[in-house]
């Protein structure tokens, strides 16, 4: 079993939290496209400012995204390390399956194989 540190868990559980909403990953989803201000993260949720405000909230608490301020414009950018901690997270728990998948193929076509046959 993998052992977190108590501040890795609390991020990779912070990142899985913020991801659990289709509106904060759709915000997520954007932002791959580049930096984008609140307003134009918002205009597609149809939802208002204050909701996507605290969507943003999350993300950044869970160090998803990054915002700047630059006068009244408020930019938010994706923070590609957040990601990696879910990305590995994910990671290692597929390899083990992956390979188990491939231990029952090579064995169901080493048994359907007619050559070994007797």
Excluded: N
Aim: with cysteine.
């Amino acid at each position: 079993m993998i052992k977190y540190s108590e501040g890795e868990a609390g991020r990779l559980d912070a990142a899985f939290h913020a991801l659990s909403d289709q509106r904060r990953r759709a915000i997520v989803t954007r932002l791959c496209e580049g930096p984008a201000s609140v307003s134009a993260l918002a205009a597609p949720l149809g939802v208002s400012l204050p909701a996507v405000v605290q969507h943003l909230a999350v993300l950044e608490a869970a160090r998803l995204i990054t915002t700047s301020k630059s006068g009244r414009v408020r930019t938010c950018t994706l923070a590609p390390d957040g990601l990696r901690a879910a990305e590995s997270w994910l990671h290692s728990r597929r390899l083990p399956q992956e390979r188990a998948v491939d231990r029952l193929e090579a064995f169901l076509s080493e048994a359907s194989d007619p050559k070994e046959q007797p």
